[in-house]
């Protein structure tokens, strides 16, 4: 069972925004401002999209952002587009011991 | 350009040991905190163990603390994993990957192509 817990898929049609959820603990997503996002597509490596809650790595879109209230962060991807379709994962820093860093389980996004 | 190499991925029994490698090459290694990352079949990613950039602390995910080791040697711009006593449920695809300086929380911004490994009978 994954620490965070994220939608298992969320779809939208091209040029709409929609919003991935990724709900922890005040000992995790709620404790600091360490939540990152990765894109995944099959047989892929994963991409970091967005580190520290709302940080865009360089060469990553702007149609991307990440946000966060009280246990549960959020990424947007606005404009949607056909190449937006894949795994995201959120992640976090834990206090909560071991382990050190916390997946969500993945979220399936699809582009209608 | 940054690249990240694993290597020593394969098939053994469980019980078994191997060794996973991954060799940096773009960017000054000895300054980067580094993670293993492995994904299982169908499956999504899983924190497996983190090293500083020194070498000299690291953490493990539960799942594989005092079976897995994790290692750096900086002067080979190189980082191992020894994993021991492997088990069905460690067959995935491990990633290595490295943090972005001073980022707070797993922040990989660079991984490798990731290397199979199968425990299996």
């Known amino acids: 069972q994954s620490a965070l817990t994220q939608p298992a898929s969320v779809s939208g049609s091209p040029g709409q925004s929609i919003t991935i959820s990724c709900t922890g603990t005040s000992g995790d997503v709620g404790a600091y401002n360490y939540v990152s996002w990765y894109q995944q597509h099959p047989g892929k490596a994963p991409k970091l999209m967005i580190y520290?809650?709302?940080n865009r790595p360089s060469g990553v879109s702007s149609r991307f952002s990440g946000s966060k209230s009280g246990n549960t962060a959020s990424l947007t991807i606005s404009g949607l587009q056909a190449e937006d379709e894949a795994d995201y994962y959120c992640?976090?820093?834990?206090?909560?011991?071991?382990?050190?860093?916390?997946f969500g389980a993945g979220t399936k996004v699809t582009v209608l | 350009e940054v690249q990240l190499v694993e290597s020593g991925g394969g098939l053994v029994q469980p019980g078994g040991s191997l060794r996973l490698s991954c060799v940096a090459s773009g960017f000054t290694f000895s300054s980067y905190e580094m993670n293993w990352v492995r994904q299982a079949p169908g499956k999504g990613l899983e924190w497996v163990s983190y090293i500083t950039a020194r070498g000299d602390t690291t953490f493990y995910a539960d799942s594989v603390k005092g079976r897995f080791i994790f290692s750096r040697d900086n002067a080979k711009n190189s980082m191992y994993l020894q994993m021991n006593s492997l088990r069905a449920e460690d067959t995935a695809v491990y990633y290595c990957?490295?943090?972005?300086?001073?980022?707070?929380?797993?922040?990989?911004?660079?991984w490798g192509q990731g290397t199979q490994v199968t425990v299996a009978s």
């Open positions: 992640t976090s820093y834990t206090l909560s011991g071991s382990p050190f860093y916390v």
């Open positions: 520290e809650v709302s």
């Open positions: 990957a490295r943090e972005i300086l001073r980022c707070g929380g797993d922040c990989n911004d660079y």
